[in-house]
């Protein structure tokens, strides 16, 4: 048996990565709490191979890596020996703001392109893998198999690669419709890692028919059930970079069994 840990920001992503493991390896849920912040997932490869996930929730974006890390010593302890913790977690946050902020006191310009955030991202990564190190030097667990990972900018970016799921929700909800009522958003061609902000991309598109997105949890599973998931994972290979490391991760762990 392989076990592995998810621990991810918020419930979005709790609802996205169950509805992923269960599309992608025909994983089924063995316990949930009533909250639905810990979920406990199985997947049978083989009579005697078999996967065991737990998907827990952090609580917030700067949480996530500070709980894998304190988790990280009795996960990978003989005990409970799981092989690998993952997280996940949003790049859009008060700690990228903060590099944008000491970017402009430096440059004097306010410039938040993608080439820019492309800079800030790769400092974020080297600062993330520096405390990894460090806390395996104090804590003796396995740096190698504890990895963060970023939905750039925010997860709503994955949920926009598969647009077709808007048509689904209300048919007025077409790429070229949302081109002409949005000054410079076109799904079919932009990659959505590039929005500033994806979840206000998203709730702009709800406006045109009056209503908001939430970030609720009956409207993440709304969308969800509606996403193609045959076209997110294998028709976005040249957008949304985030996900496919985060799939791809996830087909390792099955692949080398």
Partial sequence: MKKIAIFVEGHTEVIFVVWLL?????????????????????VYKEPDIYYHFQISLAGCDEAVLKTMISQAPRYFSSKYSYSRILGLRDLFSDK?????????????????????????????KEEDSQIIE??????NFDKDNLIIIYSIMEIEAWFLAEFHFLEKIN???????IQNEIKNINLI?????????????????????NENYKKKSEQTREIIRKIDYEFLRNRTERKIESFHYFLGNLDEIFNNS
Avoid at 96 to 122: A, N, Q, V
Avoid at 134 to 139: R, T
Avoid at 171 to 177: V, Y
């Fill in 22 to 42: 269960r599309k992608s390896f025909d994983a089924y849920i063995i316990k949930e709490d009533v909250a639905f912040t810990l979920i406990e997932m199985e």
């Fill in 96 to 124: 990228l703001k903060r590099k944008l902020d000491e970017r402009i006191k430096i440059t004097g310009k306010f410039d938040r392109s993608p080439k820019i955030i492309k800079e800030l991202f790769k400092k974020i």
């Fill in 189 to 209: 061609e932009d990659d959505p890692q590039e929005y500033w902000h994806p979840a206000r991309v998203l709730d702009k598109i709800y406006h045109l028919i």
């Fill in 134 to 139: 460090d806390e395996s030097d104090k804590k």
């Fill in 171 to 177: 048919s007025k909800l077409i790429p070229e419709f």
